[in-house]
């Protein structure tokens, strides 16, 4: 008869909290180490404080907002996919709901229940949850896990589950520790970079909106690859003018879509999507016979936000105080285009401070879909950011970190104990 497999997890955001959960329901005896002071510090400020635990959609629409290595995820959300995630929370005692675009979240808004619930559950069940303890190192022989190196010394296990997360937010832990153990132990790491993640531009004028917020608007995108002029997206709904650029869902979307090199890909806010040029002219021209004596400004307010009337003359070259009946057919062609396809261009995305989510990581063909097992050392598996694995915004990245966290700590404890066939 087998020994208990004994089970290290390193990490207790969302990756490692489930991975815990899987290893203690497969049998394992599970100690997890978290080198912060409390688990699930990231999970805190998910979804705004709220947590966007997953999302409710059909199964193909939440493979199509996986944009990197979709396929990679298909053992993973076999074993708990959204409508799981759901249940298994639901089962904790954690009453959710599902909000616009089918996002999901615990009914009492406060993200801190289902990092609790996760941790009552653990604490129930015997895990030893390690605190405020860093691995400086992991110990291999002859390709196999042996254990892992702290500030108290060598720690032996059979099989460890590494999720220290990506480097987004590295305030709550996110630091790139994992993929400094990864490379330490020859796995390959794609670049990172922000993902989720506000847009810088190089146009100054949002900074004098800033706050802004725009609903019901289109935000085109387009690149220039090989010579050609390409739509990169385009998408319907809300976003924001920032200090230094834009943000909002939509930006954040677009971000995880840009290329690399992103600098210099021209953005264009449809204002009015619902109307096309000529039934904006023809709105413009019924404000102006109803108030051909009063300043332009007055007209744009009937229009949009007063700022941002205010910053549409100044674009289009009109004085915002110029009496309507005076504005030129010319000038109001300009006001029509702008109110169409308000340009921006692209300097760059905010950094890792302020990007949900990390784009890139361990290579995803080193690594054992089937079960997360590392192919380069035998006994170490890996889950959540750390994977080269991201998704759009709406509950699809939380639902990878917890979909890999289950299938990680589920095949380390069935795993053969150390030493054995």
Avoid at 26 to 54: D, F, Q
Avoid at 345 to 371: C, D
Wanted: proline share 5%; net charge positive; charged share 25%.
């Amino acid at each position: 008869m087998s020994k208990e497999r004994k089970i290290c997890v390193i990490g207790g955001g969302a990756a490692g909290l489930m991975a815990a959960k899987y290893a203690l329901d497969a049998g394992a005896r599970v100690t997890l180490l978290e080198h912060n002071e409390k688990l699930g510090k990231k999970l805190y400020i998910t979804g705004k404080g709220r947590c966007n635990l997953t999302n409710a959609c059909e199964r193909e629409e939440l493979m199509k907002n996986i944009v990197r290595n979709p396929r990679f995820m298909y053992a993973s959300l076999a074993l708990l996919d959204n409508q799981g995630i759901m249940q298994l929370f639901e089962g904790l005692g954690v009453p959710l709901k599902v909000e616009r675009g089918q996002r999901v979240f615990p009914q009492s808004d406060h993200a801190s229940d289902i990092s609790a619930a996760l941790e009552k559950y653990l604490r129930g069940r015997g895990a030893r949850i390690e605190l405020n303890t860093e691995v400086s190192g992991i110990r291999t022989k002859e390709g196999r896990f042996e254990g892992v190196e702290t500030a108290r010394g060598f720690l032996p296990f059979d099989a460890c589950v590494l999720a220290t997360g990506g480097m987004s937010y590295p305030v709550t832990g996110s630091d790139g520790s994992g993929h400094r153990l990864l490379k330490q132990l020859g796995h390959s790491i794609s670049p990172c970079r922000p993902a989720l993640a506000p847009v810088e531009t190089r146009e100054t004028w949002p900074r004098e909106l800033m706050g802004l917020s725009l609903k019901n608007v289109k935000l085109s995108a387009y690149c220039e690859q090989k010579g050609k002029r390409k739509l990169l997206y385009a998408e319907q709904g809300e976003m924001l003018f920032t200090h230094f650029g834009v943000s909002g869902p939509l930006v954040l979307t677009l971000s995880s879509l840009l290329p690399e090199s992103a600098a210099g890909t021209q953005l264009y806010i449809d204002l009015k999507p619902a109307l096309d040029e000529k039934q904006v002219d023809a709105r413009i021209l019924r404000e102006f016979a109803a108030m051909p004596n009063r300043q332009l400004i007055s007209c744009l307010e009937t229009l949009e936000p007063h700022a941002l009337g205010q910053m549409l003359a100044r674009l289009a070259e009109i004085p915002e105080y110029k009496p309507i009946h005076s504005v030129t057919a010319a000038e109001r062609a300009r006001l029509v285009a702008l109110i169409k396809a308000l340009p921006l261009t692209v300097k760059g995305l905010r950094g890792f401070e302020e990007a949900i989510i990390t784009q890139g990581g361990v290579n995803v063909k080193e690594i054992n879909p089937s079960t997360l097992e590392s192919r380069l050392v035998r006994g170490l598996y890996v889950a959540g950011e750390l994977l080269d694995v991201d998704a759009l915004t709406g509950g699809f990245n939380i639902t990878i970190a917890f979909a890999t966290g289950a299938l990680a700590g589920k095949s380390a404890a069935l795993d053969a104990p150390q030493g054995e066939a």
